[in-house]
């Protein structure tokens, strides 16, 4: 089955700079590559995703790479606020519709 | 439109009782998936329903069984439950395509004791 890793487990930014998140993925049929912001006492929001005929996706101040050769993909979030501060899950699918999910990272901007 | 909802929030049971956790769809969706998230991991997918029939099973043993209603409403129930069933319970509506968005709901939180 799907393995889905997703690394460094903490991540600590300063108030308008850059953060990257990465994720890797060990099933190649895998298709779908949603990213979930999850704040405390809340279920996860899914704020972007790309599938795996685009290489490239982006929203405002948030963007979402893939390679599918390397089987990684991550996501980049410009001019951080201190709102954005949460933990942010990867997560991949095939065809059946079943999310498999990364351990999550904690995202602290800092003010 | 109305996002995804579940019921109760909280729930605290005693080991080996029975539970039944409520997800209703967000409107235009026809698909719920339940998802078991332990304290600081990713949720785990448990299964999926479609057109009123699972659809997809995670690594979860028969005990964790499920509904899903003509509305596409759907119960998740747990029997026999164990100190390791204290989670939070995420059910996700979707609209079946195979690589489908879903939306999560806000989770209920189970504790077992």
């Known amino acids: 089955g799907e393995n889905v890793e997703q690394h460094p487990s903490t991540l600590s930014v300063q108030e308008g700079d850059s953060a990257v998140i990465k994720c890797t993925y060990s099933?190649?049929?895998?298709?779908?590559f949603p990213w979930y912001k999850q704040e405390l006492g809340k279920g996860p929001q899914l704020i972007i995703d790309?599938?795996?005929?685009?290489g490239e996706k982006k929203d405002q101040r948030i963007a979402v790479t893939l390679n599918k050769t390397a089987k990684h993909f991550s996501l980049h979030i410009t001019e951080t606020q201190p709102e954005d501060s949460a933990v942010y899950f990867c997560?991949?699918?095939?065809?059946?519709?079943?999310?498999?999910f990364g351990k999550g990272i904690t995202l602290s901007v800092r003010p | 439109e109305t996002g995804v909802t579940q019921s109760p929030t909280h729930l605290i049971k005693t080991r080996g009782q029975q539970v039944t956790l409520r997800c209703s769809s967000q409107?235009?969706?026809?698909?719920v998936s339940w998802y078991q998230q332990a304290l600081g991991q990713g949720p785990q997918f448990i299964f999926q329903?479609?057109?009123?029939?699972?659809?997809g099973r995670g690594n979860f043993p028969p005990r964790f069984s499920g509904l899903q209603f003509p509305n596409y409403s759907s119960e998740l129930n747990v029997n026999a439950l164990e100190l390791d069933d204290s989670a939070l319970y995420l059910c996700?509506?979707?609209?079946?395509?195979?690589?489908?968005?879903?939306?999560f709901g806000p989770g209920t939180r189970l504790t077992v004791t």
């Open positions: 409107s235009g969706h026809n698909t």
């Open positions: 329903y479609y057109r009123e029939e699972e659809n």
């Open positions: 997560a991949a699918t095939g065809a059946n519709s079943k999310l498999t």
């Open positions: 099933d190649s049929a895998s298709n779908y």
């Open positions: 790309i599938r795996s005929n685009v």
């Open positions: 996700a509506s979707s609209f079946y395509r195979g690589d489908d968005e879903q939306y």
